[in-house]
Structures are given as C-alpha cells and as structure tokens.
C-alpha cells in the first residue's frame, strides 16, 4: 500500500508501492473551521467555500450536528491513477490510545494527543513535529518521547513507525526504558464503520476495457463495411451480367431472321482506312475496263486468305465488282487485259476472278492498298492516266507481275 503524507497544504512523505494508496492529512489550525447546527442534526449544509477551497475537494466531517472543515486536496493526490483513501491521523490510532506518534522518518513525525474541548468534548489535536535536519533529527525525537513519557506516566501511548528497518530497531532500542513499545505503522487500521474524508476508484482498467470495446467495435465496423462492399460490388457484378443477357436477347428478337448479327454488328463497327467514295471510284475504274458494272460492295471475305493464297493487311482492303457483258468471254484475254491495268493503277495490288465460268454475271475481287499518306480519293476523281503520279506514292513497294494478275 502506498502512503502519503500531507501537511501544511503539500506533500511531506511518500513511501511508493502497489494497490490502494493511503494518504494521512494532518490539518493545521489555520485550516480548520468548525460548523455547528443548532437544531443538533447531522445534516449540515455545506457552505460557499471560497480561496483555497476552490483547488480542490473539501475534506470534512460531520460528527454530533457539526460539520468540520479540514481543507482541500492538493492536485497531485486528485491526479492519481490509483484508489485513493484519505483519512486524518486520529483515524488511524487505535480505540484506547490516549496519544500517538507516527514515526515515518527521522524528519517526518506527526503527533497526536486527545483532550477536552470548552464543550466537554473529546477531541484530537494533532501537528507535525518541527524537527532539526540530518543526524541532529534522531537524538532529537528520543528525547522528545523520553520527555512525553516522564510528563505523562501510565498513558496510554501509540509508537508507530513506517516500515523501515533500521529506522525500527533504533526507536526500539531507545524507548525499551519508556513503557511504549514501538509497533509497524503498516498495522494500523481505521475503524470498520468511519468513512474516509475523501477517496475516488481506480478506474484504469475500466478505461482500458472500454478502449478494448471502443477497437473491437471499430473493427467490426470496418469488417462489415468491407463484407457490405463486397456483396454490393458482387451484386452491381450480376446486375452487369443480366442486363447484357438482356440487351442480348433484345437485339437477337430484332435481329431474329439475321443467322449471324454479331458479324453484322461487327461490320458496321468497323470503319475502313479512307473515303468509301474513293474506293467505290478507284474499283469501278478496274470493272469498267473488264464489262459493265452493276454491283460494287467492300468484301470483308476472309476466304481470300486461304483460296486466292492473299494476305490480307490493314493497309488491303477487298473490293467486290459484279459485270455483265465481259469485254473478253475467254480467261485468258479477261488475265491480258487485268495485267494491262495494274501498271496505270498502282493503287490496285490484286485482280481475282471469283465463281464459276458458266455464271451469268462475271464476279472480281479488286485488292486495293489504303494508306494515310495520300488519301486515294485524290487518285480516283481523275482519269487513270493523269493518277499514277499521286498514286505511286501509295505504292512504292507493290508493282504486282503478270502472274499475280492473272490470278
């Protein structure tokens, strides 16, 4: 238990230790104010302190309809952490001692000796001895209880001394001749039934429980806010999902005679590298030197990978050309007459006959290179001869042989 001692408004002794701390208050006569209630009640209303007061709690006690007041609390034992219990020097001697001294070190000697007040009452008056510092404390407090013990014979007397050792055998060794033993300070106990002037709990593992409760409660916010977002974002997942199937089965009931729409889709999505316009007018140029034309259309065929031996690049794009009345009704005049033309039309990297030869109408695929560079729209608005300029900047690589044509 840890032990303090307050006298005249401060701290004049701590011994440190675990558990509950003790604190003795030894008031002084300046301190102390005395409140008596006429109607002889224990209830005494508690007055307007001012001053001192204000720092702290007020120690008092009613006992026989009055109130006494001993003083406040000074800060340092209100900041304690731990269960505090203050109680007078009185409290503490036991029932039939007539006067005592608490010896807690050669400097710190409280005294307390019981009389009669003007009333008749019984009362206790208590101080801290004022005793000389350094070696000089020791022989000065054996000779004060050896001059207690001579004025006072046969009183009975309470020697306590705070739980030092040495300082135990020395008292003990100079009060053997005196008639009052010296006994453990530690021993001294109040009576069952007195409340303490002031006492507050210990309250730091209730602080730390709650701040326990505070982390867990916080955690389990956090998890559920995740396990929330997660289910949230799995549900926005399937929310997703149903409604593609339902744009998908929307688009397959407009679309419902068409057997494969998403080729469709995919056609009309995909742009080509320059003007339909142009490539309309460059492959039309091709087809009328062959026949009359009636159908122009882009081909995204990708037979011609694999039939015609073409690989088709982002910079080709196929052309399809349906003619009637062929100028030439023989193959190969139809082949002479194709390898004439991808000289004047550098543009046009491939001519390739689609079909069969007894067809009525006469079907070309017409390979035609796309790039940025010149825009082949330029080309195709003129006539061939005045568009192999330009063009030749389009092709630079590609002058396609005889052979190639006349595939």
Same mark, same amino acid.
């Given at each position: ?8 408004? =401060? ?18 006569? $300046?301190?102390?104010?005395?409140? =008596? ?22 120690? /008092? ?23 505090? =219990?203050?109680?007078?020097?009185? $409290?503490?001697?036991?029932?039939? /001692?007539? /006067? ?11 005294? %307390?000796?019981?009389?009669?007040? $003007? ?14 510092? %350094? ?16 004025? &006072? ?35 001294? =106990?109040?009576? !069952? ?21 505070? +982390? ?27 409604? @593609? ?6 688009? &397959? ?7 494969? !729409? ?42 011609? $990978? ?17 003619? &009637? ?12 007459? +194709? ?15 689609? %079909? ?28 061939? +001869? ?9 092709? @630079?690589?590609?002058?396609?042989? !005889? ?5």
């Amino acid at each position: 238990m840890s032990l303090y001692v307050v006298s005249r408004r =401060k701290v004049v002794f701590h011994q440190p230790s675990l558990g509950t701390v003790q604190v003795v208050y030894v008031p002084s006569a $300046d301190q102390t104010q005395v409140l =008596k209630d006429a109607a002889g009640t224990a209830q005494v209303a508690k007055p307007a302190a001012g001053g001192a007061a204000l720092r702290g709690p007020q120690l /008092a006690r009613v006992q026989r309809g009055q109130r006494t007041l001993y003083g406040t609390l000074p800060t340092e034992i209100l900041e304690l952490r731990q269960a505090v =219990k203050v109680w007078l020097p009185e $409290d503490l001697a036991p029932p039939e /001692a007539e /006067a005592f001294f608490y010896v807690l070190s050669p400097q710190v000697v409280i005294h %307390g000796i019981r009389e009669r007040n $003007d009333e008749g009452r019984l009362v206790w008056r208590t101080a801290q001895l004022q005793l000389p510092a %350094g070696e000089a404390a020791m022989p000065a407090l054996q000779l004060i209880l050896a001059d207690f013990s001579l004025a &006072n014979p046969g009183q009975n007397v309470c020697l306590a001394v705070v739980n030092d050792v040495a300082l135990y055998r020395t008292i003990q060794q100079g009060q053997q001749a005196h008639g009052f033993p010296p006994i453990p300070f530690s021993t001294l =106990k109040p009576a !069952p039934d007195l409340a303490p002037l002031y006492s507050h709990q210990n309250f730091t593992w209730l602080y730390l429980l709650l701040l326990l409760l505070g +982390a867990a409660a916080v955690a389990a916010v956090a998890i559920f806010w995740m396990a929330e977002k997660t289910k949230g974002n799995r549900l926005q997942a399937e929310i997703e999902a149903v409604e @593609a199937q339902i744009r998908a089965v929307q688009i &397959n009931k407009r679309t419902g005679h068409i057997r494969q !729409p998403d080729a469709v889709l995919n056609e009309l999505t995909t742009g080509v590298a320059v003007s339909p316009s142009a490539l309309i007018q460059a492959t039309a140029q091709v087809g009328q030197r062959l026949g009359d034309v009636q159908q122009i259309a882009l081909a995204r065929d990708t037979s011609l $990978d694999t039939d015609a031996g073409v690989t088709l690049t982002p910079e080709l794009q196929p052309m399809q050309i349906l003619l &009637n009345n062929p100028v030439q009704s023989l193959l190969l005049d139809q082949a002479n007459i +194709a390898s004439g033309l991808l000289p004047q039309m550098p543009w046009v990297r491939q001519v390739i006959r689609q %079909g069969q030869p007894g067809d009525a109408m006469m079907e070309l695929a017409v390979i035609v290179q796309v790039t940025g560079t010149v825009p082949l729209a330029a080309s195709a608005m003129v006539s061939p +001869a005045t568009a192999i300029a330009p063009a030749a900047a389009i092709s @630079a690589t590609a002058t396609p042989t !005889p052979t190639e044509a006349a595939q």
